[in-house]
C-alpha cells in the first residue's frame, strides 16, 4: 500500500498549498499554456525535458476530468491480471506534476511505467515521441468536462473556487483555466490519431459498454485477458465501485473525483446561449476532422 499513501501525501500537499492561493494566483504559464502552482512548477517543466522514455512504457493522456483517473484504475488491474504483481505507483503519477528530480528517482522504477498526462501531444517530453511510446489518449465530451471540471474546482474544499457556474463558463471557453483551452488540448492530439502507437477512447463508450472497452485497451497494450479477468476487472472498475474505495485510494478528495459519472449532465447547468456558444467552438475547432468525428458530438452534446 506504499503506493497509496504517496499518491495521498501528494494530494494532501497540493490541498494544503491551496488553502493559501487564491484563484487569481492559481496559474503558472509555461509555452502560453496555464497550470496549477499547487501541482506543477517551472522547474520541474526545464527538468521534464530530460525525461527519458522506455519502449514499453504505457502513456495515459487526457484533459482533465475527462476520466483519467478511470483508465489509469484499469490500465493497473490489467498489469496487475498480465504479471501477477500489483502495480505501485512510486511518484504522483501525472508527468508533469511533482518535484524538478522526479525524473531522476523514475530511473529506477520496474516496467511498465504506467505515466498519466495532461499534456498537448506537441508538449510531450521529445524521448515519447521518439520513441514511439504506447499511448492511450482518453476524451469526454466538451460539455460534460467543463460541468465535472466546475464542480471539483467549487466543492473540493480548500481549492480556490469561482463565484458561479457563469464565471466559470466565461473562464473555461477562454482557456483560462489548469492546462488550458479543452479545445486546443483536441487540436493538438487530432494530428496524431492515425498513429500507431496512439490508441483513441471515448468516455461515453467507456460507459456504454465497460467490458468491450477494457478488451480494446488490453488488445492495445498487448495483454492476453481471460473472459474471468475481463469481468473480475469490469466488476472493480465500474463508477460506483470506484467511487466506493475513492477515500482509500485518494484520500479525502476521492469522493469528489467520482462525483456523479454521468453522461448528459450538463442538460442541468448549461443555458441555451452557453449550450450554442459551445457548438459554435466545436464547428469551428474540430468540425470535419478525425478527432471530431469520434467525439460523437451530436450524439452526446446537442439538444
Not at 475527462?66 to 496487475?80: A, K, P, Q, R, T
Not at 500507431?196 to 471515448?202: A, E, G, P, S
Request: with cysteine.
Amino acid at each position: 500500500m506504499a503506493e497509496k499513501s504517496r499518491f495521498i501525501d501528494d494530494i494532501k500537499e497540493a490541498l494544503e498549498k491551496s488553502k493559501e492561493t487564491g484563484l487569481a494566483q492559481l496559474f503558472l504559464t509555461y509555452q502560453g499554456v496555464p497550470y496549477p502552482v499547487t501541482l506543477c512548477s517551472l522547474e520541474t517543466f526545464q527538468a521534464l525535458d530530460t525525461f527519458e522514455a522506455r519502449d514499453d512504457d504505457i502513456i495515459l493522456a487526457s484533459y482533465p476530468k475527462c476520466g483519467s483517473n478511470w483508465i489509469l484504475h484499469i490500465v493497473s488491474e490489467l498489469v496487475y491480471a498480465d504479471s501477477k504483481k500489483k502495480y505501485e505507483h512510486p511518484e504522483f503519477p501525472v508527468l508533469e506534476c511533482g518535484d524538478p528530480e522526479k525524473y531522476e528517482r523514475m530511473k529506477q522504477f520496474p516496467s511498465p511505467r504506467i505515466l498519466a498526462t495532461h499534456l498537448h501531444y506537441d508538449k510531450l517530453p521529445g524521448s515519447i515521441l521518439r520513441k514511439k511510446t504506447k499511448i492511450l489518449v482518453m476524451f469526454r465530451n466538451p460539455k460534460d468536462t467543463a460541468v465535472s471540471f466546475f464542480h471539483f474546482h467549487n466543492d473540493v474544499p480548500d481549492i480556490p473556487s469561482y463565484g458561479s457556474w457563469d464565471e466559470f463558463f466565461v473562464q473555461f471557453m477562454k482557456g483560462e483555466v489548469s492546462w488550458g483551452s479543452f479545445f486546443d488540448f483536441a487540436v493538438s492530439w487530432n494530428t496524431c490519431l492515425e498513429e500507431t502507437n496512439i490508441k483513441f477512447m471515448l468516455y461515453e463508450d467507456l460507459k456504454e459498454d465497460l467490458a468491450a472497452g477494457i478488451q480494446q485497451v488490453a488488445d492495445f497494450l498487448g495483454f492476453s485477458l481471460s473472459t474471468e479477468q475481463r469481468g473480475v476487472i469490469s466488476a472493480q472498475s465500474t463508477f460506483q465501485a470506484m467511487r466506493a474505495r475513492s477515500q482509500e485510494t485518494h484520500g479525502a478528495v476521492g469522493p469528489y473525483l467520482f462525483r456523479k459519472g454521468e453522461v448528459g449532465d450538463w442538460r442541468r447547468v448549461f443555458n441555451e446561449a452557453q449550450s450554442q456558444e459551445m457548438d459554435e467552438k466545436f464547428q469551428a475547432c474540430l468540425a470535419g476532422t478525425v478527432l471530431g468525428l469520434r467525439l460523437k458530438y451530436n450524439t452526446y452534446c446537442r439538444g
